[in-house]
């Protein structure tokens, strides 16, 4: 079933389905039902840091039933591949001011933190009224910062994954579940 899956996309390089598209949008409604909580009444920015997390936001802001506005952010770790550089570049920041709102990340995944370490520490100097963090996916095992996130949706082993957004050498970013990428 799973090798049909992933046949019928024409995909090859992939090991094996992690979560379904099935599971994936059952976690995200429950995370968009406790953004529509917490958040009621009050200004929100959902944050995307793209590339990675293009895909969890579009459905993410779907699931949130309250009003909301939309924010990109991008940064590289990974030049190419599947190897951390250690450096964090912004190489595009918010064109807004975020002292009025009330900023939640929506990020693709957490390995050794230090992306979302660097834009929550230049997040904050910008006097956001809250800063959370949702993501979609966590490497609790990889961590070199301390950093956690507010909400995680799932959490893997130290593993490369792919799809849903995330990508090895920007491919496979279209898949729509998540899988264990075949290095
Ligand atoms: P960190 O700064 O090491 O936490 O890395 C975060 C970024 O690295 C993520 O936003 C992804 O773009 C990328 N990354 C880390 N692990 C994976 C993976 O298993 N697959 C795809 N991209 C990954
Ligand atoms: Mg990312």
Do not use: Q, W
């Amino acid at each position: 079933m799973i090798t049909e899956t992933i046949n019928n996309y024409g995909y090859s390089g992939i090991k094996r389905e992690l979560f379904s598209r099935d599971k994936i949008k059952e976690r995200i409604a429950m995370a968009g039902a406790k953004i529509s909580l917490d958040y009621a009444g009050k200004p929100l920015l959902l944050l995307s840091v793209l590339k990675g997390s293009f895909i969890f936001l579009a459905d993410l802001c779907r699931a949130v039933e309250i009003p909301c506005e939309i924010g990109f952010m991008a940064a590289s770790s990974y030049y190419d591949g599947t190897v951390s550089s250690g450096n964090v570049k912004i190489t595009l920041d918010l064109d807004r001011d975020i002292s009025g709102y009330h900023v939640v990340i929506a990020e693709d995944i957490i390995d050794t933190g230090r992306t979302l370490a660097n834009i929550c520490e230049l997040l904050r100097k910008r006097n956001p009224l809250s800063l959370s963090v949702y993501t979609l996916l966590d490497k609790p095992c990889r961590r070199e910062v301390d950093f956690s996130a507010d909400v995680s949706l799932f959490t893997v082993p130290d593993i490369f994954v792919v799809g849903y957004g995330l990508d090895c050498g920007e491919k496979f970013r279209n898949l729509p579940f998540i899988a264990e990428a075949d290095l």
